[in-house]
């Protein structure tokens, strides 16, 4: 619990623990993600404060100050919350997903590995914050009561006319017909081997739950020998549980299967978000939306 000075004092660079898992969900919930909530303090987390308080007209400092709390702390739902493990939530099924394309093709979907895997993206937080705020809990337990990251409280957004990705700050950004921006995401956004496609493009359309068509000759890191593969949906399927197709072809915005690694590690030119952020974006978007990547 904290205290009253605890909720106003600053949250910057290098700061772990309850005050900065506060900001995470809040920020969160006002639909400025910060990937995968983990009470610490790193780039993404700087990026979602930026965008808000650009948003809200406060100094831009990548820092919860006293006047960033004062309209974040307007969100009066709890922080945290309880939730009980379901007979579903214990009983998977689950499934460790093996690293090759053609071994991932032999399954019939590309679920979770284990529920903490799972409980983890319901939440927006890693497996370990879990295991951090229910010491001595199984998270595989019918009828265990966990405490959770209070994320369900998050309003529904309005439909967006415009998508902006950032390379140069790694983010995604929703417009509305005016151009004003209204909620942000982490993104991991290309690679040198393969850059962001610059420019003005639209959605062509939405899939959610795909099923990915693996073609090694996309691919410049491709193993000598690999052959196409079709694999089958599910939240660790390579694109995750939404595709947002670009009328660039072979180009999209979608999921991944490594929530902790978003605007951390490259992409292959997509734009990959975190499961639940790109279904979110999903459901924010149409067909012709305008999708802008800059440098």
């Not at 004062?70 to 099924?93: E, N, R, W």
């Not at 995604?172 to 017909?177: A, I, N, V």
Request: net charge positive; with cysteine; hydrophobic share 40%.
């Amino acid at each position: 619990m904290l205290t009253a000075a605890q909720r106003t004092a600053p949250v910057g660079p290098a700061m772990k623990g309850a005050k900065v898992l506060r900001a995470q969900v809040l920020l969160d919930r006002a639909h400025f993600s910060s990937g995968e909530i983990d009470a610490s303090y790193d780039g993404n987390l700087r990026q979602a404060i930026r965008g808000f308080q650009k948003l809200r007209q406060l100094p831009v400092t990548g820092v919860v100050d006293a006047a960033t709390w004062a309209v974040l702390a307007t969100d009066k739902a709890p922080v945290l919350s309880t939730y009980t493990v379901s007979a579903q939530d214990a009983a998977g099924p689950y499934v460790v997903v093996p690293a090759s394309m053609a071994a991932k093709a032999k399954l019939g979907a590309l679920g979770y590995a284990n529920a903490a895997e799972a409980l983890g993206e319901k939440f927006h937080c890693s497996p370990s914050l879990l295991r951090r705020l229910n010491p001595g809990k199984r998270l595989d337990r019918a009828g265990e009561q966990l405490t959770v990251p209070n994320v369900a409280s998050a309003s529904a957004l309005p439909r967006a006319a415009k998508i902006l990705v950032d390379q140069s700050d790694g983010t995604l950004t929703l417009l509305d017909s005016g151009g004003m921006p209204f909620a942000q995401f982490p993104a991991s956004t290309g690679s040198a081997h393969d850059p962001l496609p610059y420019g003005q493009w639209q959605v062509k359309g939405v899939a959610r739950n795909p099923v990915y068509q693996y073609n090694p000759k996309l691919f410049w890191d491709a193993k000598s020998g690999e052959a196409k593969a079709k694999i089958a949906a599910g939240p660790n399927n390579p694109v995750g549980v939404a595709w947002i197709e670009m009328s660039k072809e072979h180009y999209g915005i979608h999921g991944t299967p490594s929530p902790a690694n978003i605007a951390k590690t490259q992409s292959h030119g997509c734009i990959r978000l975190t499961n639940w952020d790109v279904l979110t974006v999903a459901k924010a978007v149409l067909r012709g939306a305008v999708i802008l990547l800059q440098e």
